[in-house]
């Protein structure tokens, strides 16, 4: 799924996967795995892909067919998305899918950029136990 939605923004935007790759800091090889969907990509390098395309993986991921024209993704809270999702793995010895991962991280940063610190955790809790 990613592969495609990939494909398409980068081709959008003009881009060889060479210098997709190099936007990236990866080689053009691992790129192409997350272009062919052979491989996904972690909770680190969705976030560098949702960062440095103006993507958001729920667009990614196919679970949103549209994307804001000029969005602009609030790096701090995609990486505290992240940085959570990541606690929480390690905290409960748990490793979700991509696919999860991006849900994850997508209602986390909503989240984030709307709630208070004591609301968001209750939110999160909750869609952690959705998802899981």
């Known amino acids: 799924?990613?592969?495609?939605?990939?494909?398409?923004k980068l081709s959008e935007l003009g881009l060889t996967q060479q210098r997709a790759a190099d936007q990236l800091g990866i080689s053009q090889s691992r790129l192409n795995q997350y272009l062919k969907d052979r491989r996904e990509p972690d909770a680190q390098m969705l976030c560098k892909i949702c960062e440095t395309f103006g993507i958001t993986p729920n667009y990614l991921f196919g679970f949103d067919d549209s994307m804001?024209?000029?969005?602009?993704?609030?790096?701090?809270?995609l990486e505290s998305a992240i940085l959570f999702l990541e606690k929480y793995e390690t905290a409960?010895?748990?490793?979700?899918s991509a696919e999860q991962s991006a849900r994850i991280i997508s209602v986390v940063y909503d989240i984030v950029l709307s709630e208070s610190a004591e609301n968001a955790q209750k939110a999160i809790d909750w869609v952690i136990e959705a998802v899981a």
């Open 1 to 8: 799924m990613i592969g495609e939605r990939l494909n398409s």
């Open 68 to 77: 804001p024209a000029g969005l602009k993704i609030n790096k701090s809270a």
């Open 92 to 96: 409960h010895q748990k490793s979700f």
